[in-house]
């Protein structure tokens, strides 16, 4: 009869046995019981881990991993490598969706880190939360990932150690592991470079929201020649003012045209909320660019122009014929990271 015991967090206690003899033993009596309940005369294949240690048992030989299982949160984490190691399931690593592809009994299992879940046989197995930790690797709550494999184990509370066993497919495969294209610290390199772009996308996103909300504020506030607001702008000041109040930017307010020079080009294709808009001709004088506006999205910008601060279309027809280039202040410009 196959036992899925909660995992739940103990402190070990070997007494005054080596833990490697501990783990023997007990090893050798779950073992036993097993075999009893299973009614089996020779030793099935097992596996014994013991938390917060490196040496563990595959059918009673005593091999060491590079780390070892851990209690977080009220769950067993496995590191991949161990069972990789111990149980002979290759792993591939996954850059495209930064996931972890094990193969077991033919059947695909695979552990995707940025939707914390497991897939085997194309289905959703389990929701989990996998450990990535930098110098080391990536560890997956155990539990989940046996009962998703239908692979029978026990919870040892008294020793905080699982005992992993198999009557018929072997858990401890044999097998010559093949070379990867992608390693396992390669792997949680990229993935940790992909979480901080992430982070710094929804930062980027929420300051977007934060930006449009300020300049929207300022609808309706009249034009002014040379003002820079908050209650009266001209084109450069209302610009200046909405991206260094939001703490967007950081320059000395100038003309449309010295801002242009602060900027590097945008095709239209990347033009993201918060990039400029500049316009030439729009009245007259020696400068090229004579009128700058901020995209909101939608094919819209935000500008003090006519008599107040306003929303336009791109496409307005005046608009469209002084059309000069988009662009996006240089790095060195902006203080929001």
């Not at 833990?19 to 030793?43: C, G």
């Not at 009220?74 to 996931?99: H, K």
Request: hydrophobic residues 40%.
């Amino acid at each position: 009869m196959k036992k899925y015991l909660m995992i739940a967090a103990a402190v070990l206690a070997l007494g005054s046995a080596s833990p490697v003899q501990a783990m023997t033993k007990e090893h050798l009596s779950r073992n036993a019981e097993i075999r009893k309940e299973l009614a089996v005369d020779s030793p099935i294949n097992s596996l014994y881990l013991a938390v917060d240690e490196t040496e563990y048992l595959a059918d009673g030989e005593v091999r060491t991993a590079a780390w070892g299982p851990y209690i977080r949160d009220g769950r067993t984490y496995v590191p991949l490598s161990l069972m990789e190691e111990a149980c002979g399931l290759p792993i591939t690593w996954n850059l495209q969706d930064f996931s972890a592809i094990l193969m077991w009994r033919g059947n695909t299992l695979r552990i995707s880190l940025p939707e914390n879940k497991i897939y085997y046989k194309g289905e959703t197995a389990a929701d989990i939360s996998p450990d990535v930790v930098p110098g080391s690797g990536v560890a997956v709550p155990i539990a989940e990932v046996l009962t998703a494999l239908d692979i029978p184990y026990q919870w040892l509370p008294e020793t905080s150690s699982l005992f992993i066993y198999q009557k018929n497919d072997r858990i401890l495969q044999k097998i010559k592991l093949p070379e990867r294209m992608v390693s396992e610290a390669k792997f949680v390199e990229e993935f940790l470079k992909y979480l901080a772009e992430q982070a710094q996308q929804q930062d980027w996103t929420s300051h977007q929201t934060s930006l449009l909300e300020l300049a929207k504020s300022r609808l309706g506030m009249p034009y002014v020649g040379g003002a820079a607001g908050p209650n009266a702008f001209d084109c450069s000041g209302f610009v200046h003012w909405v991206l260094t109040t939001s703490g967007t930017a950081s320059y000395t307010r100038g003309s449309s045209q010295s801002l242009f020079a602060l900027c590097e080009p945008v095709a239209a294709a990347d033009l993201k909320v918060g990039d400029l808009v500049f316009f030439t001709r729009t009245y007259s004088t020696r400068a090229t660019v004579t009128h700058s506006a901020i995209y909101i999205g939608n094919g819209q910008i935000i500008h003090a122009a006519g008599n107040q601060v306003q929303i336009t279309p791109l496409s307005d027809p005046y608009w469209a014929n002084h059309f000069y280039a988009y662009g996006r202040l240089r790095s060195d410009f902006i203080t929001l990271k």
